[in-house]
């Protein structure tokens, strides 16, 4: 866990103003009361790519709230696919083949 003044620390373009905004608006969830809040490791990277975004990048708040929602999708999607494939992995020999069968004619049809 990083308190706010370590992420602050860490990433010097960061102001309180900032990670307060984002907490507000839901886009980072701290740990803790506001006098000590704690974040997880994906917060931290949350909030630097909210200054990249911001900062950077040069987009307001309600753009950067649905940059970030699109970025959680893609995420989501990401974990989803790889639990589908290690399911697929599992399966035997016969399944996995028809699964690839079926995936290239789906994929011929464009």
């Known amino acids: 866990m990083t308190t706010l003044d370590e992420l602050l620390r ?3 373009r960061l102001t309180a103003v900032h990670v307060e905004r984002w907490v ?3 886009l980072l969830h701290p740990a803790g009361s ?3 809040w704690s974040f997880e490791a994906i917060d931290v990277a949350r909030a630097r790519l ?3 975004l911001v900062d950077d990048l040069g987009f307001d708040d309600d753009s950067v709230g649905t940059v970030v929602d ?3 999708q893609v ?3 990401r974990r989803q696919l790889d ?3 290690q399911a697929i992995a599992g399966q035997p020999a016969e399944t996995r083949e028809a699964i690839a069968r079926a995936l290239a004619r789906l994929t011929a049809k464009g």
């Open 70 to 72: 699109l970025v959680d």
């Open 75 to 77: 995420n989501t999607l």
């Open 10 to 12: 860490e990433h010097r």
């Open 24 to 26: 507000a608006r839901g």
């Open 50 to 52: 909210l200054a990249d």
């Open 83 to 85: 639990l589908l494939g």
């Open 34 to 36: 506001v006098e000590a």
